[in-house]
């Protein structure tokens, strides 16, 4: 997992070989004046996804999700928002099926550690990293990036 700045994300470009798309992409587009839905950076492979979001409350105990196939890159366009986090090879998964069309699996388990971020921030879930997205008390507007592994 990674939380840094949107004027950072230079710095993590050879992470994967479709950062730099993905980088490209965050240069030539105001993110906040997109319509909402998709916006393709290349097919197949690398998408945005821009949505507002009503959020949960943590008391509601959020499941981890986690992803086998894409890399989730969330930037927080208005509002704040939290996100629990623990390491995957920590949790059983047990009992737990992958949905391997959507890329997901939720896991029985919670979260060891919650971040705030907002407007200007970005948050990179590797497969490794075990989220659970959408925390707060105040709807947010996201765009999620989605880039193959």
């Known amino acids: 997992m990674i939380v840094d700045s949107l004027k950072s994300f230079e710095k993590y470009i050879t992470l994967h070989k479709s950062f730099d798309k993905v980088y490209e992409f965050l240069k030539s587009k105001t993110l906040n004046t997109l319509e909402e839905g998709n916006h393709i ?3 197949g492979n690398i998408w945005c996804e821009i949505t507002s979001y ?5 008391n509601d105990s959020p499941r981890l999700e986690v992803h086998d196939s894409f ?3 969330y930037v927080v366009l208005q509002g704040i928002e939290i996100m629990g986090f ?3 090879a920590k949790c059983s998964g047990k009992g737990v099926e992958y949905n391997e069309n959507s ?3 939720y896991l029985n388990e919670f979260p060891e550690v919650y971040i705030n971020y907002s407007e ?3 948050v990179i879930c590797f497969p ?4 659970a997205p959408l925390l707060g008390d105040e709807p ?3 765009a999620l990036i989605k880039v193959r592994v």
Do not use: M, Y
Not at 54 to 58: C, K, N, V
Not at 128 to 131: C, L
């Open 41 to 43: 950076i290349e097919k």
């Open 54 to 58: 009503p959020q949960r409350e943590i």
């Open 71 to 73: 890399i989730d890159i």
């Open 86 to 88: 623990s390491d995957r």
């Open 103 to 105: 890329d997901v699996a």
């Open 120 to 122: 200007g921030n970005f």
């Open 128 to 131: 490794q990293d075990a989220h």
């Open 140 to 142: 947010v507007k996201l």
